[in-house]
C-alpha cells in the first residue's frame, strides 16, 4: 500500500489503506482539529524528533474495553488499602512530561515538543485528561489521553513507584465504566496491558465500534471530580460539561500503545 502525502487540507484517506505495519500518511501538521479528525477515524500520530509527522492506522487494534477489566487479588488488595490517592486533571503537565522523560530513557520517545505542546492545547480544550496516583504527596505515576463521545484513547502512562501507573489505569476504567464508556484505545498490543485484560480486535471491528462510541455525548472540561483520595488537594477544576460529539522512576508499566520504538518490526 502506498504512504499517503498530507496537505494543508483537512482529509484523511481511509484507514483500511494503511501499510501492512499501519503507516497510513505523512506530514500535515497537529493542530486540534487535525488531531481529532484522526482519532474520529481510527488514526493517530507517531514520530520521533527530526521526522515528518506520521500517521498510523495498525490493523489489528488493541483495545481494552471497559466491563473486560481484569484486576489481581494483590491489585485489589492495593486498591483496597489506599495505598495512592489518584486525581484526574490535576498535573496534567507534569504527567505529560514525566512520561516523556521516562520514553527518553529507554529507547527515544515519540513524545516530541510539537506533541507535548498539541495535546496541552487539547487538554485547555477540555478533550485531553490525565490521571495522576501520589504517594506521600509526591506524584508516583499516572498516565494521559484524548476522550471523545464515550472512547478514551490512551498515550502514554510512567510508574515511579511500583503498582502507581496501575492503580491510576484502574481507577480510570473504573470511573469510565460506571459512566457508560465502551471502549480503551491502547494502540498497539503489549503484554503489560494484556494482562489487565485489553485485547486484539480487527480494524474493522474496531472502527464499527468508535463509530457507536462517538454517536454518544463527550464528557468535555475538566475530570477532576472523578479523583478520590485525600492525600492531595488537586484544587478547583471547571466542572465537566456534556457537549455532542462532532460527527464521524521504576518502568514497570509499559505505556499505552507505542511500547517499542518507531519501527513496528523492531
Not at 178 to 198: E, N, P, T
Amino acid at each position: 500500500m502506498p504512504v499517503f502525502r498530507l496537505t494543508e487540507r483537512l482529509q484523511f484517506p481511509p484507514p483500511r489503506l494503511a501499510a501492512d505495519e499501519g503507516l497510513l500518511a505523512v506530514g500535515g501538521d497537529l493542530a486540534p482539529e487535525r488531531l481529532l479528525l484522526a482519532y474520529r477515524q481510527g488514526i493517530f500520530p507517531w514520530f520521533s524528533e527530526g521526522e515528518p509527522i506520521l500517521w498510523w492506522s495498525p490493523d489489528p487494534r488493541f483495545v481494552l474495553f471497559p466491563d473486560r477489566l481484569r484486576i489481581s487479588r494483590s491489585m485489589r488488595r492495593t486498591l483496597e488499602k489506599g495505598v495512592f490517592a489518584v486525581t484526574f486533571d490535576a498535573a496534567f503537565g507534569e504527567v505529560v512530561r514525566a512520561c516523556r522523560e521516562e520514553r527518553r530513557y529507554e529507547e527515544g520517545t515519540w513524545i516530541t515538543p510539537e506533541m507535548v505542546s498539541a495535546y496541552w492545547r487539547l487538554h485547555r480544550l477540555g478533550l485531553a485528561h490525565s490521571v495522576e496516583a501520589w504517594r506521600g504527596g509526591r506524584l508516583a505515576g499516572g498516565l494521559y489521553g484524548v476522550s471523545l463521545g464515550r472512547c478514551f484513547f490512551g498515550e502514554s502512562m510512567f510508574s515511579r513507584v511500583a503498582d502507581a501507573s496501575k492503580v491510576a489505569l484502574v481507577t480510570l476504567v473504573e470511573a469510565l465504566a460506571a459512566r457508560g464508556f465502551q471502549l480503551i484505545d491502547c494502540q498497539v498490543y503489549s503484554d503489560h496491558l494484556c494482562r489487565l485484560g485489553a485485547e486484539m480486535i480487527p480494524r474493522e471491528s474496531f472502527l464499527a465500534l468508535l463509530k457507536r462510541g462517538l454517536a454518544a455525548a463527550t464528557l468535555r472540561g475538566s475530570w477532576r471530580f472523578l479523583g478520590r483520595g485525600a492525600e492531595v488537594d488537586p484544587g478547583r477544576g471547571r466542572a465537566a460539561s456534556v457537549v455532542p460529539s462532532a460527527p464521524g522512576g521504576r518502568r514497570d508499566s509499559p505505556y499505552f500503545g507505542r511500547n517499542f520504538n518507531k519501527s513496528l518490526s523492531s
